[in-house]
């Protein structure tokens, strides 16, 4: 099963951001047929610095050229049965680690089409392509209710998302039905104490009053526990402190708060709320560099997923780093943050090396490809974060029920325990 042909085109984000979309021709050469296979890169908004580069210098045009000069004459006639030698390939081409040639857009693009065609090839779906034929584990949905920082243009509060994940719901459909009603039921909670609220909602769909972060955390504490009640799910509350938005060098700054907070500060505050709010996800609590706080935290609530996205951005080495220090219990995946999903595969297994879980994430510019919810399922991922409201959303969460359905009995949804 032969790439017979490959070329790029610029589509957009959600948040109307530009990215690249990669299409393929395959050709068996036994039966002469032909299919065809199509992929696109997400955007980044608060980008780790350790990520790839998204685009080579000279932007999306230089990322295009870098494409047909350099990448899609390499790639034909690859085999896409083996879409690891297509990774291999762009590894080849561009030769530097932060895919600084071609850019990190077009490599992601690139990985993720030759694993679509490869599926394709073999009549197989991408999550079994991916994780093998007995990979029939479904993730958790964790998704953003109330959204501030950078998604919000800093108009809501400093934390970037406040999120809910249910713990030990039956199946995947309850699962996501659980968080929309979440979502849904927010509202009236939000209008009484922002009365001029007109229901605006962030780039990654979350609702983004002008409230503080406490306040946030109090609304969905009492809707999760009535929606909870109703529907017999118990409902965990997170955050994603997006932290490395809110450093300036020397302290946190948050902003519509009026306060700073230094490292030591920064910790007690994060103690305080995971003890108020009984947190189960606490995402970025420090900048990228400051493994060492991580670790602080994570040695005063290791029964808590204390999870690095900017620390790690999907790098073994640094996951690899963090895992001899006990920084975290959890790692955020995003393979456009490492370029290939062969490099994804070598951080979820170093991850797994350390015990820590894998949650599988979208990004704040995000594209209608169901791609991710077959990612999580083949690497066998604890959580899928990826939002809860908005077309490119809800089309990863529609994508997991119907795997669920299509795995029927066999299916298995992750639990998880409070200690
Ligand atoms: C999804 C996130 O944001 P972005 O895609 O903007 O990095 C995140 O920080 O987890
Ligand atoms: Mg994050």
Same mark, same amino acid.
């Given at each position: 099963?032969? +790439?017979?042909?490959?070329?790029?085109?610029?589509?957009?984000?959600?948040?109307?951001?530009?990215?690249?979309?990669?299409?393929?021709?395959?050709?068996?050469?036994?039966?002469?047929?032909?299919?065809?296979?199509?992929?696109?890169?997400?955007?980044?908004?608060?980008?780790?610095?350790?990520?790839?580069?998204?685009?080579?210098?000279?932007?999306?045009?230089?990322?295009?050229?870098?494409?047909?000069?350099?990448?899609?004459?390499?790639?034909?006639?690859?085999?896409?049965?083996?879409?690891?030698?297509?990774?291999?390939?762009?590894?080849? %081409?561009?030769?530097?680690?932060?895919?600084?040639?071609?850019?990190?857009?077009?490599?992601?693009?690139?990985?993720?089409?030759?694993?679509?065609? $490869?599926?394709?090839?073999?009549? %197989?779906?991408?999550?079994?392509? !991916?994780?093998?034929?007995?990979?029939?584990?479904?993730?958790?949905?964790?998704?953003?209710?109330?959204?501030?920082?950078?998604?919000?243009?800093?108009?809501? =509060?400093?934390i970037?998302e406040f999120?809910?994940? =249910?713990?030990?719901?039956?199946?995947?459909?309850?699962?996501?039905?659980? *968080?929309?009603?979440?979502?849904?039921?927010?509202?009236?909670?939000?209008?009484?104490?922002?009365?001029?609220?007109?229901?605006?909602? *962030?780039?990654? $769909?979350?609702?983004?009053?002008?409230?503080?972060?406490?306040?946030?955390?109090?609304?969905?504490?009492?809707?999760?526990?009535?929606?909870?009640?109703?529907?017999?799910?118990?409902?965990?509350?997170g955050v994603d402190m997006?932290?490395?938005?809110?450093?300036?060098?020397?302290?946190?700054?948050?902003?519509?708060?009026?306060?700073?907070?230094?490292?030591?500060?920064?910790?007690?505050?994060?103690?305080?709320?995971?003890?108020?709010?009984?947190?189960?996800?606490v995402?970025?609590?420090?900048?990228?560099?400051?493994?060492?706080?991580?670790?602080?935290?994570?040695?005063?609530?290791?029964?808590?997923?204390?999870?690095?996205?900017? !620390?790690?951005?999907? *790098? =073994?080495?640094?996951?690899?780093?963090?895992?001899?220090?006990?920084?975290?219990?959890?790692?955020?995946?995003?393979?456009?943050?490492?370029?290939?999903?062969?490099?994804?595969?070598?951080?979820?297994?170093?991850?797994?090396?350390?015990?820590?879980?894998?949650?599988?994430?979208?990004?704040?510019?995000?594209?209608?490809?169901?791609?991710?919810?077959?990612?999580?399922?083949? !690497? $066998?991922?604890?959580? +899928?974060?990826?939002? +809860?409201?908005?077309?490119?959303?809800?089309?990863?969460? *529609?994508?997991? +029920?119907?795997?669920?359905?299509? !795995?029927?009995?066999?299916?298995?949804?992750?639990?998880?325990?409070?200690?």
């Amino acid at each position: 099963m032969q +790439i017979q042909d490959a070329w790029i085109r610029k589509i957009f984000t959600g948040r109307g951001d530009v990215t690249v979309e990669v299409e393929l021709t395959v050709e068996d050469v036994a039966t002469g047929d032909i299919l065809v296979a199509r992929a696109a890169a997400p955007a980044g908004a608060s980008r780790g610095a350790h990520e790839v580069l998204y685009f080579p210098e000279g932007g999306v045009d230089a990322a295009m050229a870098a494409f047909e000069k350099l990448v899609a004459p390499e790639i034909v006639g690859l085999d896409v049965t083996e879409p690891y030698t297509v990774d291999g390939k762009l590894e080849e %081409v561009d030769g530097t680690p932060r895919f600084e040639r071609i850019g990190g857009a077009v490599a992601i693009a690139t990985s993720f089409v030759a694993a679509e065609a $490869g599926a394709a090839a073999l009549g %197989v779906p991408l999550y079994a392509f !991916l994780g093998g034929a007995y990979a029939r584990k479904l993730p958790l949905p964790l998704g953003n209710v109330i959204g501030g920082g950078k998604h919000s243009r800093r108009l809501g =509060p400093d934390i970037q998302e406040f999120l809910v994940i =249910p713990l030990n719901p039956p199946d995947v459909y309850t699962a996501v039905y659980t *968080n929309v009603e979440i979502h849904k039921r927010v509202l009236k909670h939000i209008l009484k104490v922002d009365t001029t609220f007109t229901g605006g909602k *962030n780039d990654e $769909g979350a609702w983004t009053p002008r409230i503080s972060s406490v306040t946030a955390l109090r609304i969905l504490k009492e809707v999760a526990g009535e929606v909870g009640r109703e529907l017999g799910v118990e409902i965990g509350l997170g955050v994603d402190m997006a932290s490395s938005s809110l450093w300036n060098g020397e302290k946190y700054v948050y902003k519509n708060e009026g306060v700073e907070r230094s490292p030591r500060e920064q910790l007690d505050f994060v103690s305080k709320l995971v003890e108020e709010f009984d947190l189960v996800y606490v995402e970025d609590p420090f900048h990228e560099e400051d493994f060492q706080s991580f670790a602080e935290l994570t040695e005063r609530f290791k029964d808590r997923l204390i999870v690095g996205d900017d !620390l790690f951005v999907t *790098n =073994p080495e640094r996951i690899k780093q963090g895992g001899k220090m006990k920084a975290a219990t959890g790692v955020i995946i995003k393979p456009d943050q490492i370029g290939t999903l062969l490099r994804t595969h070598q951080a979820v297994s170093t991850a797994r090396d350390f015990g820590m879980r894998i949650i599988v994430s979208h990004r704040s510019g995000d594209t209608e490809y169901r791609t991710l919810a077959h990612i999580a399922v083949g !690497l $066998g991922a604890e959580v +899928i974060k990826t939002g +809860i409201m908005g077309g490119e959303r809800t089309t990863k969460l *529609n994508e997991l +029920i119907r795997i669920g359905e299509y !795995l029927g009995k066999w299916a298995k949804i992750s639990q998880i325990r409070r200690l």
